[in-house]
């Protein structure tokens, strides 16, 4: 069973500090999507990843693809109330339709 | 364009009950998909239809059963519910591989 683990699982921290979630596995995937999603609704995509290596920004944003494709970061610079939600990761493999998602991370930003 | 839509919003069954929850897609997607969500466990997928026509299981499909009624729609069967499935179901579509999955608003299961 291919597995995501997320890490941290829960994340308080006070506006205008930065954070780093992980997304971590044993298994290759051939994309590696991020989600943020908020109480009450469907998660909503922030990016796709396909590159071993790729990094992409989305405003304060920053998200990696780890080399050999096992492993991905979300970096927000300077946080704020808005940015609070759940993320999740979820990977996909050669080959399949399916979409493996991480545990979480639930962040809380405090104003 | 009202992208994904579920019904019912919120449903609360005794075990040994049956239901349908029902779901549809305005975007002429191909691939459907039902998760489920539980409390610090994320999404984990049931069953998806990679396009119309076909089904497979995904992660955790005992209990449920799903049909892909045409492109638009895609129904997930709980023959006969049980507490273990008191839980929020979402159903996402997307138009291929690696493309963004949609989601819809969820629907809130408790099973008594």
């Known amino acids: 069973t291919q597995l995501l683990e997320q890490s941290p699982q829960f994340l308080s921290i006070q506006e205008g500090e930065n954070l780093t979630v992980y997304c971590n596995s044993s298994?290759?995937?051939?994309?590696l999507q991020w989600y943020r999603q908020e109480p009450g609704e469907g998660p909503v995509l922030l990016v796709t990843v396909v590159t071993g290596g790729e990094v992409k920004k989305l405003k304060r944003l920053t998200f990696q693809f780890g080399d050999a494709r096992k492993d991905s970061s979300l970096h927000i610079t300077a946080a704020q109330p808005g940015d609070t939600g759940l993320y999740l990761c979820?990977?996909?493999?050669?080959?399949?339709?399916?979409?493996?998602f991480g545990t979480g991370t639930r962040l809380k930003v405090l104003a | 364009n009202a992208g994904v839509t579920q019904t019912p919003k919120f449903q609360v069954l005794k075990t040994g009950q049956s239901m349908t929850l029902q779901c549809a897609q305005d975007?002429?997607?191909?691939?459907m998909y039902w998760y489920r969500q539980d409390p610090g466990m994320g999404l984990r997928l049931i069953y998806y239809?990679?396009?119309?026509?076909?089904?497979d299981k995904g992660e955790v499909p005992n209990g449920y059963n799903v049909s892909r009624l045409n492109k638009r729609e895609f129904s997930l069967r709980l023959e006969s519910a049980a507490p273990s499935q008191t839980s929020v179901y979402f159903c996402?579509?997307?138009?291929?591989?690696?493309?963004?999955?949609?989601f819809g608003p969820g629907t809130r299961l408790l099973v008594l």
């Open positions: 996402a579509s997307t138009k291929g591989v690696q493309e963004t999955q949609y």
């Open positions: 298994s290759v995937f051939s994309s």
């Open positions: 979820a990977g996909t493999t050669s080959g399949t339709y399916k979409y493996i």
């Open positions: 239809s990679a396009s119309e026509g076909t089904t």
């Open positions: 975007m002429n997607h191909n691939s």
